[in-house]
């Protein structure tokens, strides 16, 4: 018979003592840990028409009970201590976080075994059953994400050979002046043509390419072709706008970046001001690396941007504490800002801040006049986005430069 456990006593010690013949966990329950066998040995059965069926009998080392922990699902098994058993718990919070921080491919392969696991299971107990349908059911149940996991990998692949290849193009998103209409810098974009499948969404590769070392390469690559479109910009229109780049933790963590960068603006002839360096919100809170980073680039002179501000992590001391150049107004509060007395309020809150703080302000999302009118009069001096143009080739980004380009003395 099942003991009663008072499992708010065991969240505090994290460990749990058993006799011989305790119950653990039953089938069915639901599954609130995962245990770690230090002393003792468990047992795990599943019980099928009133007959026991002993599964497995695990010794100190021995992890169990990890299934329900990680899929939500009940327990499809039972346990219970076959000698004085000492067990340490594992909570739920502990996997999630680790799940939840891991490679997407993994992931995606761990509840691949997870399902195979849990099929295995029901396979054994309905053996005998003439609804054998449900195994089948099961089965199918698997396939979007064996497929999903297998696609990921395919991808990653592809990926590679694409940098190798040349099917990344870069795109270039115009940044302006909104009082002058006029161009004063270029966010460069990743782009990914593939042959067998087509357009590939940057919401789709990129967290690939930045969760593995492909975004170490993919991003030397942006850098030459990002300075080298800027080299062109200049010989044609004799204006050199500044290029946003992009930049991921992983990169961050990667030594010698900043190296890199100077390299390639001296190669070029690109002056540092003129780069300017993207971070999330996030990124202040993913990396260790992060404040040492930021101050070497301020150091090295390459401006700093934030990025997305108002959608992540959001704090007023981030502000301060980093001295971030630039802060870029989500488009999340642009697009409500003819509809939506907060989000003008909270754009004219930011945009305050921002310049009292020294920074510069370019609105996201820009896709009516009346949003860029708006944001003119609450003082914010640049912004982006569809109504003014997408994201264009070198050639057309040349040639919209030449019809948006400031004057000698203008804005920079």
Not at 148 to 175: F, H, N, T
Not at 285 to 291: A, F, G
Not at 345 to 361: E, N, Q
Not at 380 to 394: D, E, R, T
Request: glycine share 6%; net charge negative; proline share 5%.
């Amino acid at each position: 018979m099942a003991t009663n456990v008072d499992y708010r006593y065991y969240d505090r010690l994290r460990q749990r003592r058993l006799k011989p013949g305790e119950c653990i966990f039953t089938e069915g329950d639901r599954g609130d840990y995962a245990y770690i066998i230090d002393q003792g040995s468990v047992e795990i059965f599943t019980t099928l028409e009133d007959q026991l069926y002993v599964l497995s009998v695990l010794e100190p080392g021995a992890i169990f009970g990890e299934l329900a922990l990680v899929d939500g699902r009940t327990r499809s098994a039972s346990a219970r201590a076959l000698t004085d058993t000492l067990l340490t718990l594992v909570t739920r919070e502990q996997v999630d976080e680790r799940i939840q921080s891991a490679d997407p491919i993994l992931r995606m392969l761990l509840f691949v075994v997870l399902g195979y696991l849990r099929m295995e299971s029901t396979h054994f107990r309905r053996r005998n059953s003439p609804n054998f349908s449900i195994g089948l059911r099961e089965r199918t149940d698997l396939l979007p994400r064996i497929s999903q996991a297998v696609d990921l990998i395919r991808m990653e692949s592809e990926l590679q050979s694409a940098i190798r290849d040349g099917e990344l193009k870069l795109v270039y998103q115009p940044i302006l002046h909104l009082a002058s209409n006029t161009v004063v810098g270029f966010e460069a974009l990743t782009r990914w043509y593939s042959p067998s499948r087509g357009l590939v969404p940057p919401s789709i590769f990129m967290p690939l390419a930045e969760c593995t070392s492909l975004i170490i390469p993919v991003g030397e690559w942006v850098v030459k072709t990002a300075f080298e479109a800027m080299r062109q910009m200049e010989q044609v229109t004799g204006n050199t706008p500044f290029i946003s780049l992009n930049i991921a933790n992983r990169q961050i963590e990667e030594p010698g970046l900043t190296d890199y960068l100077v390299n390639q603006a001296q190669c070029y002839g690109i002056p540092r001001q003129r780069i300017k360096l993207e971070i999330l919100e996030r990124t202040l809170m993913d990396s260790e690396l992060t404040p040492r980073w930021m101050e070497e680039c301020r150091q090295l002179g390459f401006p700093l941007t934030l990025d997305d501000f108002g959608t992540g992590y959001s704090s007023l001391g981030y502000l301060n504490q980093y001295q971030f150049d630039t802060l870029k107004l989500d488009k999340s509060f642009v697009q409500e800002l003819e509809d939506n007395a907060s989000s003008r309020s909270i754009c004219k809150a930011i945009i305050d801040l921002s310049h009292a703080l020294g920074m510069t302000v370019v609105a996201e999302g820009i896709e009516q006049a009346t949003q860029g009118e708006l944001l003119a009069d609450m003082g914010c001096s640049y912004g982006q986005g569809y109504f003014y143009a997408k994201p264009l080739s070198l050639g057309q980004a040349i040639e919209f430069l030449q019809e948006h380009q400031p004057s000698p003395h203008g804005v920079s």
